[in-house]
Nanobody
Framework: VQLVESGGGLAQPGDSLRLSCAAS????????MSWYRQAPGEDRDRVSS????????RYAASVRGRFTISRDNDKNIVYLQMNTLKLEDTAMYYC????????????WGQGTQVTVSS
């Protein structure tokens, strides 16, 4: 099983970045996917989640209206489009997969760093 994130980097406030998470080794279309982030010294928080079919999507209040999660079940990829980036969006971003909304995450990626700096 692998979840490989990409697309992170250095951005300025107001910029956009798109993160990708490529999944392999499990039946991607059967899993609910989420993006988390963790800043230094802080807890890992869920930013957004998308159900297995894409029909149900949730966002943390801090990113609602700026970030968009999507998935391509043919390509086994989940995306996080991040617009109007803020300094406080700086964190390591992780994708995760769970087989049921009632359980904890089954699989985690290694993360991709997003740094927003002026």
């Amino acid at each position: 099983v692998q979840l490989v994130e990409s697309g992170g980097g250095l951005a300025q406030p107001g910029d956009s970045l798109r993160l990708s998470c490529a999944a392999s080794g499990f039946t991607f279309s059967h899993y609910h996917m989420s993006w988390y982030r963790q800043a230094p010294g802080e807890d890992r928080d869920r930013v957004s989640s998308i159900s297995d079919t894409g029909a149900s999507i949730r966002y943390a209040a801090s990113v609602r209206g700026r970030f968009t999660i999507s998935r391509d079940n043919d390509k086994n990829i989940v995306y996080l489009q991040m617009n109007t980036l803020k300094l406080e969006d700086t964190a390591m971003y992780y994708c995760a997969a769970r087989s049921s909304v009632l359980t904890s995450e089954d699989y985690w990626g290694q993360g991709t760093q997003v740094t927003v700096s002026s």
